[in-house]
């Protein structure tokens, strides 16, 4: 296995322990806040190269989010990773009862071509946070970021402990062959079964970021041009080509009516009469995503946009209208600057049609009734939710960012992260001594130790009584 020898390399360097003291972790985490400072341009370069991505969206959710996570980790990991004490009952109460929190050792990342700069990063924090050695392997699609990540990262990191891997499905597939002892990806259902397959082999936990389908709910009652101007924020986001986007607007027909104008207006305020001549709107990554996105505009039909450049890679902002749910726009994630409007008859409606699908990564909701936006939080399962806003629940690293069902495995952001790649170990320390206490639980058994150790042992349910 062209990998095996690099897998081993950095086994040995886990082993040795030289990863787990404190200090060599911020070492390293403050060498990736200079990779971050030293390549901003060259990241707004990379990114502008690939995909033509605005320089305020990839300055915004390439860098300051990677910082924001960097800074978080940085501020709170002395405490994250300090023993936690845990309550213990009468048998143990003189004994050390506590999770020791261990890196997994060495593990994998996969990262995806969308955000190729902060969905390596982001992982690749919290697991230098816990103490292992990672590789890194960029997306193959996104050229010049991968470059970038290839040729400029490992001269910030410590090459013992950290490796990137340029490489190409045959490639990853050979990669994914060698004993890990955890996998984060990021990327498409299909490809995420593939890697949970492989996992499975050497029986390596994952953390899988899928993405899906993202039902966008608005209520009749609402402030229509504000949801407008969110919703197309949250749709048209580096050309759409965004896992946690608003995937459809499921609305009655009376909302479609006053929302068509309000998005219209809001795609000319944000990219002006020729969204084409703005610098602020992005391209299609590739040929190959182009062409699926054409076919997807067959969907329905135009209400707003539609307008295609092969040789640009440039798809307008779109609005589908009597789309069907049996439509393909409906079933496949659309990774695309295209947003269908499904009718329903009101909110109860709504709330079945999203529960009859898979699980989505986020659930979007608006209204100006807080009892509306609470029901659907109420009576639906996804990953994430936002209520009155779109994507903005991903700028908080308080808060877990990751899937359930079809939408993933695992969570990430802030501390979460440092939890992924941590081995939460149970630990007791008992004394050598008070052997007299310990003889009760040796045979030869009888119902008075029973009873002794049951009423040592024992974890009683509060504010029970008992009845005599």
Same mark, same amino acid.
């Given at each position: ?302 209400? =707003?946009?539609?307008?295609?450049? &092969?040789?640009? %890679?440039?798809? +307008?902002? $779109?609005? /589908? ?130 009873? =002794?150790?049951?009423?040592?042992? &024992?974890?009683? %349910?509060?504010? +029970?009584? $008992?009845? /005599?």
């Amino acid at each position: 296995n062209p990998y095996a020898e690099l897998v081993s390399r950095l086994r040995a360097t886990w082993l040795s322990g030289k990863t787990r003291p404190m200090e060599y972790r911020v070492a390293q985490l403050e060498a990736l806040g200079r990779f971050l400072d030293e390549k901003q341009q060259d990241i707004l370069e990379a990114t502008a190269a690939d995909m033509r991505k605005p320089f305020f969206e990839c300055e915004f959710s390439e860098i300051l989010l990677c910082k924001n996570e960097l800074h978080e980790t940085l501020n709170n990991l002395s405490h994250w990773m300090k023993d936690e004490h845990v309550d213990k009952n009468l048998v143990t109460r003189l004994d050390l009862a506590f999770i020791r929190k261990d890196p997994y050792g060495v593990v994998l990342i996969i990262g995806p071509w969308n955000c190729p700069i902060h969905l390596l990063l982001v992982p690749l924090i919290g697991a230098i946070a816990a103490g292992n050695c990672v590789i890194i392997k960029p997306s193959e699609i996104t050229k010049n970021s991968e470059t970038l990540m290839a040729e400029g990262l490992p001269s910030y990191l410590d090459k013992d402990c950290s490796a990137v891997v340029a490489a190409g499905v045959e490639e990853t597939t050979r990669l994914l062959e060698n004993k890990f002892d955890y996998i984060f990806f990021t990327g498409i259902s299909a490809v995420g079964r593939i890697v949970m397959t492989a996992a499975a082999k050497q029986l390596t936990p994952v953390t899988l970021e899928l993405g899906g389908k993202n039902p966008c709910y608005v209520s009749d009652s609402c402030d229509v041009q504000n949801v407008a101007r969110r919703v197309a924020w949250g749709r048209f986001f580096n050309a759409g080509q965004i896992c946690m986007a608003p995937n459809y607007v499921l609305c009655s027909a009376e909302m479609q009516d006053k929302l068509l104008p309000a998005l219209r207006k809001a795609i000319t305020e944000f990219y002006g009469p020729n969204p084409q001549e703005s610098p602020d709107f992005g391209r299609i990554v590739g040929d190959k995503q182009f062409q699926r996105l054409q076919t997807l505009l067959r969907s329905g039909r135009v209400a =707003i946009g539609g307008q295609t450049d &092969e040789e640009d %890679r440039y798809i +307008a902002p $779109t609005v /589908l209208v009597d789309v069907q749910p049996s439509d393909p726009i409906i079933h496949e994630e659309v990774f695309g600057p295209i947003l269908p409007i499904v009718i329903v008859a009101n909110m109860d409606e709504a709330i079945d049609f999203i529960n009859s699908r898979e699980r989505p990564l986020v659930v979007y909701a608006f209204s100006s009734d807080d009892k509306v936006v609470n029901q659907v939080l109420e009576r639906t399962s996804s990953g994430g939710f936002c209520g009155n806003d779109t994507l903005m629940h991903v700028t908080l690293t308080s808060l877990p960012f990751g899937g359930i069902g079809n939408s993933g495995l695992g969570m990430h952001h802030g501390k979460f992260t440092f939890d992924t790649f941590t081995h939460h170990r149970g630990c007791l320390h008992r004394s050598m001594g008070r052997e007299a206490l310990h003889a009760l639980r040796y045979p030869p058994y009888s119902q008075q130790k029973l009873g =002794i150790v049951r009423v040592a042992s &024992e974890v009683k %349910r509060k504010d +029970a009584c $008992t009845l /005599l």
